[in-house]
C-alpha cells in the first residue's frame, strides 16, 4: 500500500547529501573560513586571545555564506515537494493498536477509528472499543492505553462502561460516518508528546496524559471539559464530533450544537505533573465562539473544522452545507467573531450535500485558500482575499472584517471545483505548504491534488478500508500518517 509516511528517510537521506556538497563546493571555491559564533569564549577565554573568525571576515563574506544556506534549504524544500507530486516514497504499517493483544494481555481485538499527530513522532489514536492510544511511530511502539474510557457497541456491556451511554442520533450519525460506521470514539487530538483529548458517543471531552516510562502502560485520565459533561443522567449531552490543538495548546472543540468553542488551559498547565494537572483542570476557561445576530437560522451540527494559526482563522464544516469562517485572534481586544460563510454544495452535480470535511492550504507564494469536501464525494476550492489575509496575520494593528457581505471573505471568481470526485463521502483533508492537498473518503483512496495555480489529482493511493477516519501530516511536511488499515496505523 503506498503511502507517503517515510518522505523523510529519502528527503532527511537528499538533505544531507545536498547540504555536504554545497560545503565541498563552498570549500573548494572560497578560501573563506566558515563563519560562527563561539558562544562560549566570554565564559571560556582561550589562554592565546585569538581573533575570532567571525570578526576577520567582511560583511560581504557573511551575506554571501548566508545566501548559500538559504540556497540549500530552498533546493531540499523543492526536492520535498517534487517527491510529493510525484509519489516517491516508501511506506510500512507504523504499529498496531493490538499490540498488547499480542504481548497476552488480556484485551479483546480493536480497530483504529481516529488518529492525530502529536510532537512527531508521538501519536494519538482513538478505537472501535472506545479506547485510546498513544504510540512512537519511529518506534513501532505502543506506548500506553486508556481502555473502554467512552461508549462502544463492543463495550456496552462490559463492567467498565456500563455508566456510558450513546447520545448519538442516527441523523447525526449518517453525517458523520454515512454506510460504514466502524464505532467507537469520535475524534483526538494530540498536543505535545504525552496529551491526549478525546470525544465519544457519550458527549464530551474527556484529557489525558501519558507519563513516559509508566507501568503498566496506561494514559492517566486528567479530566473533563466542564461545560460539556452531561449535567443529569437522561438529558441530551453536547455531543463533540471534532477535536484539536494549536501549537500553543488551545483545544478547539465543534460539536452537534452548531457552535466553535475554545478551551485555554492555565499558564503552565502542560508543564505540570500529573496531580497538579488533575487539580488545576477546573480552572480552563472554555469560550463559545457563536455566529452573529444577523445569522437568522439555527446553528447547524459542526461536522469538522480546520485551525490556521497563520491566518488567526477556524473554519468549520457543518451539516447543512455551510463552511464558516471564524476570527480566532486574542489580543487584547479578544476579537472573536464569525467572518462569513461559504456554501458550494447548494446546486452541485451530486445534489444538496453537507460539508463533510475543510482545510486551509497556502502556495509558495502565501495564497491562502480553503477546500471543503462534501458527503457527496465532490470537493472544492476557493481563494481567501489578500485583504483578508492582511488583516488576520500581515497586520497586527488590524481586525478582519465582520461587518461587509461574505464576498469581501474571497477572491472574486475564484470558486474551482477539484476532480475527478471522490465515490463516497470525503471524511478527512489534510494539507502542506507548495499547494498540497490530501483526501481521504469512504472509496478506500487517499488522493493527493496540487491546489495551484489550478487543482490537478497527481495520484490516488489505494488498499484503504473503506472505514478509513483519518489523514494527518506532521509539521515538517514530510511524513503522511493515516489509519484505514483495521488495527495498523500507515
Known amino acids: 500500500i503506498p503511502s507517503a509516511s517515510t518522505l523523510c528517510a529519502s528527503v532527511d537521506d537528499n538533505t544531507e547529501s545536498s547540504s555536504s556538497n554545497s560545503d565541498n563546493e563552498v570549500e573548494a571555491n572560497d578560501t573563506t573560513e566558515a563563519n560562527f559564533y563561539n558562544d562560549f569564549d566570554d565564559f571560556f577565554p582561550s589562554s592565546k586571545q585569538q581573533e575570532s573568525p567571525i570578526s576577520q571576515a567582511t560583511d560581504e563574506q557573511i551575506i554571501s555564506q548566508l545566501q548559500k544556506r538559504q540556497e540549500v534549504i530552498q533546493q531540499a524544500s523543492n526536492d520535498l515537494l517534487q517527491k510529493w507530486s510525484t509519489g516517491q516514497c516508501k511506506s510500512y504499517g507504523a504499529f498496531t493498536v493490538n499490540e498488547f493483544l499480542i504481548e497476552g494481555k488480556e484485551m479483546a481485538f480493536d480497530w483504529v477509528r481516529r488518529m492525530d499527530i502529536g510532537s512527531y513522532p508521538r501519536v494519538c489514536c482513538g478505537s472501535a472499543n472506545g479506547s ?58 494530540m498536543h505535545g508528546t504525552n496529551f491526549v483529548a478525546s470525544a465519544g458517543r457519550e458527549g464530551g471531552v474527556k484529557l489525558f496524559k501519558y507519563i513516559d516510562g509508566s507501568v503498566p502502560n496506561v494514559l492517566e485520565y486528567v479530566g473533563s471539559v466542564p461545560t460539556l459533561i452531561r449535567p443529569l443522567p437522561g438529558t441530551t449531552p453536547t455531543i463533540v464530533t471534532s477535536v484539536r490543538f494549536n501549537s500553543l495548546g488551545q483545544l478547539f472543540v465543534g460539536g452537534n450544537d452548531g457552535y466553535l468553542r475554545m478551551i485555554t488551559f492555565p499558564n503552565d498547565f502542560f508543564g505540570m505533573d500529573f496531580e497538579e494537572m488533575k487539580s488545576e483542570v477546573e480552572n480552563m476557561t472554555v469560550t463559545i465562539i457563536k455566529e452573529e445576530e444577523k445569522v437568522q437560522q439555527p446553528p447547524s451540527p459542526i461536522l469538522s473544522f480546520d485551525v490556521c494559526e497563520e491566518l488567526e482563522m477556524v473554519a468549520t464544516a457543518h451539516a447543512n452545507g455551510n463552511v464558516c469562517f471564524y476570527s480566532v485572534r486574542d489580543d487584547d481586544s479578544h476579537h472573536h467573531a464569525l467572518l462569513g460563510t461559504w456554501n458550494p454544495f447548494t446546486s452541485t452535480e451530486g445534489g444538496k450535500s453537507h460539508a463533510r470535511s475543510v482545510a486551509f492550504v497556502t502556495n509558495e507564494s502565501k495564497q491562502w485558500s480553503i477546500v471543503a469536501g462534501g458527503g457527496n464525494g465532490e470537493m472544492w476550492l476557493q481563494d481567501i482575499h489578500s485583504s483578508v489575509i492582511e488583516a488576520s496575520g500581515g497586520n497586527n494593528n488590524k481586525q478582519p472584517t465582520t461587518d461587509k457581505p461574505d464576498m469581501q471573505l474571497f477572491m472574486e471568481n475564484s470558486v474551482q471545483a477539484i476532480k475527478p470526485n471522490h465515490q463516497g463521502p470525503v471524511i478527512g483533508l489534510a494539507s502542506r505548504p507548495g499547494g498540497i492537498i490530501v483526501s481521504i473518503a469512504h472509496d478506500g483512496i487517499l488522493r493527493i491534488t496540487q491546489t495551484f495555480p489550478t487543482p490537478k489529482a497527481l495520484l490516488g493511493l489505494g488498499g484503504y478500508k473503506v472505514w478509513v477516519g483519518s489523514v494527518c501530516i506532521d509539521s515538517e511536511g514530510k511524513r503522511l500518517i493515516s489509519d484505514g488499515r483495521d488495527d495498523v496505523v500507515v
Open 132 to 189: 485510546v492510544y498513544v504510540a512512537d511511530v519511529e518506534a513501532n511502539k505502543l506506548l500506553g492505553m486508556a481502555k473502554g474510557v467512552h461508549y462502544s457497541r463492543h463495550n456496552a456491556d462490559s463492567s467498565e462502561s456500563t455508566h456510558l451511554v450513546d447520545g448519538l442520533d442516527e441523523r447525526l450519525r449518517g453525517l458523520l460516518y454515512g454506510e460504514y460506521d466502524g464505532g467507537g470514539v469520535l475524534d483526538v487530538a
